[in-house]
């Protein structure tokens, strides 16, 4: 099965705290993914990768950047957390080049920014 | 640019009750249309797909038609569990466009016995 890994379900952190969200994929992707998904907006893209080393913004990349050093990891960095970035976020991952198919999901990590 | 619609919720049904959950979308070009699923405390996992005008999507009993004349791809059960509790998201993605998909709202659906 394919397994998506967000390395942590629950994160508290202050305003003006420097964070990363760690995703993990073992499927050997190319493609990986960063949503936030909140209440009656559902989900929104900030950034995505299509390979190592590479990235392109989303529809909200505000406040956010990436790294993609290896293939199956993908991480978002909140240089400086702000309260308004408290919201569940989504890492997926899918198999490679532009074709559109089936994204998998890790099970999110709810970020609250006091 | 590109958009999904689709209706709010909650939608709050019997056991054995019909389930539709309507889905409008938005689109440049041809897209792919998806039903995702979030079952509570879980990731979104797809539930099914059409790529093409006229395609059906199925699985676990439900179903959605890509009804090009209507840019509509309903989601259908004849017979809703509890088990089928979840947060259902329609969502769209364009040939070409890497699995960049757009996503709906989301709509909570919750069973009652």
């Known amino acids: 099965d394919v397994k998506v890994t967000q390395s942590s379900r629950y994160l508290v952190k202050r305003t003006g705290e420097k964070v990363f969200l760690e995703c993990v994929q073992d499927m050997d992707h190319e493609n990986m993914f960063w949503y936030r998904q909140d209440p009656g907006l559902g989900l929104r893209l900030i950034y995505f990768s299509y390979d190592v080393k590479m990235k392109e913004k989303g529809d909200i990349p505000e406040g956010y950047s990436v790294s993609r050093e290896k293939k199956e990891r993908f991480s978002l960095i909140l240089e400086s957390a702000s309260t308004n970035q408290t919201s569940m976020y989504l890492c997926a991952s899918s198999f490679g080049g532009r074709r559109t198919g089936e994204l998998f999901f890790g099970e999110g990590s709810r970020l609250t920014v006091l | 640019g590109d958009s999904v619609t689709q209706m709010e919720g909650p939608v709050t049904l019997s056991e054995e009750a019909f389930l539709t959950i309507n889905c409008t979308y938005t689109?440049?070009?041809?897209?792919?249309l998806f039903w995702y699923v979030q079952y509570p405390g879980e990731g979104l996992q797809l539930l099914l797909k059409?790529?093409?005008?006229?395609d059906k999507g199925s699985n676990k009993g439900f179903e959605a038609t890509y009804r090009k004349e209507t840019t509509s791809f309903h989601l259908e059960k004849g017979s809703v569990q509890v088990s089928d509790s979840a947060v259902y998201f329609c969502?769209?993605?364009?040939?070409?466009?890497?699995?960049?998909?757009?996503f709906g709202t989301g709509t909570q659906l919750k069973v009652e016995l």
């Open positions: 689109a440049t070009g041809y897209p792919s």
């Open positions: 059409a790529t093409k005008a006229d």
């Open positions: 969502a769209l993605g364009l040939t070409g466009g890497g699995n960049k998909l757009t």
